[in-house]
């Protein structure tokens, strides 16, 4: 198994994976390779605050097997191995190769023994049914194309009553979009139109009741999700840098190189309005819902998950 990320790229070439013969698929991992070496980058600590609660709402025993679904640069993973501690485990798997081999090569360095992570689909996760006593999947139900796929396979993967616990984004900041669709409107081809769904995800995953309705209808029980707000007071340079280290990066890269500084500056202008008293801030609304699986055991295919 490669260890670096530049090996993992090298292997990912020469053997594509299952779902390179999907498209949306293929881009997902494409878009978030680029990222995987900076992912988080200018963020105010947005992502590892947001894992650990996502851990901590999933009640995370000692001693729990736990699989975390999209799992990037491992800001749920490594708070759930936290959790459970060494008698437990933490499993991670996501589409991009290089966001999992910079998480196997975070978790060797922290010496974590009780972590996995390699390259899977959430969709057909491939582990044996009945298998977690949990499962996260922290920001990436309203990314993957097909999630009530995902969401069957969580409840095959789940122990009788295991519990299922993600994280979305809530509705954006209208400044802080409208800055980046300044940025954006200089992309080559020009995009179609501004999003029409939070973060161009999957729109039932927008409000509370398009998650409980989803849930529900998976099989779910116990819907309940609870919203937040992660506040970071940072300057125009960093929310610049922040955005290209984000799963914005293929879009933004869509701006040819002679180009980028003018949509900088186009962007910037709008972000000078969002200035209040000479400070920054940044409010990202976020939610967390927490649900639990069939309370038996359903019968199992074929063995797979
Ligand atoms: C916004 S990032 C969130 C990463 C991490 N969970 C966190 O909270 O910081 C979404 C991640 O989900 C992954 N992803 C999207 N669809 C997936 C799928 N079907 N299977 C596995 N990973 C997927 C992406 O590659 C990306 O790394």
């Known amino acids: 198994m490669p260890t670096t990320a530049e090996q993992a790229a090298q292997t990912a070439a020469a053997t594509p994976a299952p779902w390179a ?14 990222v995987a070496h900076e992912y988080g980058t200018g963020s105010g600590g947005f992502f590892t605050t947001l894992g650990t609660r996502l851990a901590a ?5 000692r001693g729990d097997r736990v699989l975390d679904l999209g799992c990037g640069r491992g800001a749920v993973l490594f708070a759930a191995a936290e959790a459970v501690g060494p008698d437990g485990y933490a499993a991670g798997i996501d589409l991009s190769p290089a966001m999992v081999h910079a998480t196997a090569d975070e978790a060797a360095r922290r010496g974590l023994r009780n972590v996995a992570v ?11 049914a009945h298998s977690f006593e949990a ?12 999630p009530d796929a995902a969401l069957a396979a969580v409840r095959r993967v789940l122990v009788p009553g295991g519990r299922f616990a993600m994280s979305t984004f809530g509705p954006a900041e209208p ?3 409208e800055a980046l669709d300044a940025a954006l409107a200089f992309q080559d081809p020009p995009p179609a139109g501004a999003p029409t769904t ?6 039932r995953f927008d409000t509370v009741d398009g998650i409980t309705g989803t849930l529900a209808a998976a099989g779910f029980t116990e819907v309940a999700t609870v919203e937040g707000e992660h506040v970071a007071r940072i300057d125009a ?16 890269e869509r701006i040819p190189a002679d180009r980028r500084e003018e949509a900088r500056r ?13 400070v920054l801030t940044r409010r990202t609304t976020v939610r967390i819902t927490t649900a639990t699986g069939p309370a038996t055991a359903e019968p199992v295919a074929s063995g797979g998950g």
């Not at 390699?118 to 491939?126: F, I, T």
């Not at 499962?135 to 097909?146: E, Q, R, S, W």
Request: charged share 20%.
């Open 57 to 61: 709402a999933a009640g995370l025993r």
């Open 266 to 278: 186009a962007a910037f202008a709008v972000v000078e309005r969002l200035y209040v008293d000479g």
């Open 198 to 203: 939070v973060k161009g995800g999957n729109g």
């Open 175 to 177: 400044g802080w979009a």
């Open 237 to 252: 340079d960093q929310w610049w840098a922040s955005a290209w280290a984000s799963g914005r990066r293929a879009a933004l």
């Open 135 to 146: 499962v996260l999947a922290g920001l990436m139900m309203f990314i993957t194309p097909d």
């Open 118 to 128: 390699r390259v899977g689909d959430a969709e057909d996760p491939g582990f044996p």
């Open 21 to 34: 013969r999907s498209g949306r698929k293929a881009a997902i991992a494409q878009g978030f390779d680029l």
